[in-house]
């Protein structure tokens, strides 16, 4: 079973994995030896928020500890050059399995700071080089150019950002004097295409989600991203949700526009502690380093001092060795399952879940009511209920589901509500799961009507 090659929407057809596979895949899953808190097997449907870590993923950190930890690139003893190899490689396998190069991919702590990295590395840019200032497709063949913002400059996101594409673009607007605009949604928290004129020969940035953590909804991209092209913005791609999900292409959204994406290790299998920055060379290139010391330096005096170029210009102090190596165990994972056939199989317990929903009294879907270029990822509320107390009673009955506002607010505002309740798939998830949740939500409104 291999990866193949994703369409900018949406996920190629394949066939589901069938029930043998699953089993087999959920035999490599150490949580499942544990019981739940009602003592059986635990219903973990909260794969959006965080992924559970097959056992091969779990040994590999393991292993770098006790046989090859060593200072990466800063010595030629064995176990050095062992770790530098095995950094190195996890950098090259991570950035393949999004269609990228190695000298493409910055390792970084999580997805959120790799998009702080892209927001302050404009400012930085920016400070002091207003008079440079220039927008529009003339600007395309000068990057560091691309990256000056200031007064009469707008960046652009959608109301579907979690947080951590929002708050670090409202942050660069108010150092900079750029105003922040941002693409709606309809009714039912998909993009609205009636909005895309915010995307005008002033939008500097495009900052999105290629699919909401809250209703799973696939950006239109062949729609946004030619917008964007055509205003000459520095575009930025949120695929924290998408990546262990659908089979991405970085060459081919380059071709489309996107400048930089962001991945998160601990949601596509690896290990918490490490995420990385994919971006175009000559991003990389122009974009100033954030933060600075070791490694990341060629020349130090007293007085003055040069930075490396590429990756390592971004990767400043000791990095997360071991954790790299886990993530390279969890893409090879997800590429021998195949995301196509794995989208495919979450596409089926999606419509299970969607239908069951359909027959519960007093339950509002947050988000699209099919599977029509959506993920796995279903949100609700239930009138009268609090999501907190939702997930209790889920809890009870052993079946795990996230609940809150899932550190995306003004998704919520736009549905009138404060927080949800939010069950998402993943490489585990059965169709027995499904019917254990929905048999929970059954319950949760009989408990609440006594």
């Known amino acids: 079973m291999t990866q193949s090659t994703a369409p900018l929407t949406g996920a190629p ?4 994995l069938n029930a043998e596979e699953v089993a087999a895949i959920r035999a490599d899953f150490p949580y499942l030896g544990r019981p739940a808190r009602n003592g059986e097997v635990l219903a973990y449907l909260d794969w959006a928020a965080t992924s559970q870590k097959p056992a091969g993923v779990i040994t590999t950190e393991a292993d770098f500890y006790r046989t090859s930890n060593g200072a990466a690139g800063r010595s030629t003893y064995q176990l050095a050059d062992e770790a530098t190899a095995t950094f190195e490689d ?30 302050l590395a404009i400012g930085h840019a920016s400070l002091g080089r207003s008079a440079a200032r220039g927008g529009g ?37 108010a150092r900079t004097g750029a105003t922040l605009r941002w ?19 002033r939008t500097r940035v495009l900052a999105l989600t290629h699919a909401s953590n809250v209703t799973g909804a696939i950006s239109p991209l062949d729609l946004i991203l030619p917008r964007a092209q055509q205003a000459g913005a520095l575009v930025i791609l949120d695929t924290c949700q998408s990546a262990a999900h659908l089979p991405l292409n970085f060459g081919a959204l380059k071709t489309a526009g996107v400048d930089a994406m962001v991945l998160s290790s601990h949601k596509m299998l690896g290990p918490t502690g490490i995420g990385a920055l994919v971006a175009t060379e000559e991003l990389l290139a122009a974009m100033p380093p954030v933060l600075t010391g070791g490694s990341m330096i060629e020349i130090v005096t007293m007085e003055s001092s040069t930075f ?36 495919a199989t979450e596409q089926v317990l999606t419509r299970q879940v969607l239908e069951g929903l359909t027959q519960v009294p007093g339950l509002r879907l947050v988000g ?22 939702v997930g209790q009673v ?51 409104r009989r408990y609440f009507q006594r």
């Open 13 to 16: 057809s394949a066939g589901a």
């Open 90 to 119: 996890a950098r090259d396998t991570i950035a393949a399995f999004v269609g990228a190069r190695g000298s493409e991919l910055v390792f970084i702590k999580n997805a959120t700071e790799a998009i702080n990295l892209v927001a």
């Open 137 to 173: 497709p003339s600007a395309v063949d000068d990057p560091a150019r691309r990256l000056i913002i200031g007064q009469g400059d707008e960046v652009v996101v959608t109301r579907a950002e979690h947080h951590a594409n929002l708050v670090p673009w409202q942050e660069l607007c």
């Open 183 to 201: 693409l709606d949604l309809t009714e039912d928290g998909r993009i609205d295409a009636a909005t895309l004129d915010v995307i005008t020969e």
């Open 308 to 343: 490396m170029s590429g990756p390592s210009r971004f990767e400043a102090g000791s990095q997360p060795l071991a954790q790299a190596a886990g993530w390279r165990t969890a893409v090879e994972y997800l590429t021998r399952i195949g995301l196509d056939r794995l989208h």
């Open 368 to 389: 699209p009511s099919d599977t029509t270029d959506r993920l796995g990822v279903v949100a609700f509320s239930i009138e009268g209920v609090h999501p907190h107390d």
């Open 394 to 444: 889920l809890d009870a009955a052993g079946v795990a589901v996230r609940t809150g506002h899932h550190c995306a607010q003004p998704i919520h505002q736009h549905f009138g509500i404060h927080a949800s309740s939010r069950l998402s798939f993943g490489a585990c998830s059965t169709p027995e799961e499904v019917d254990r949740f929905l048999s929970a939500i059954a319950d949760v």
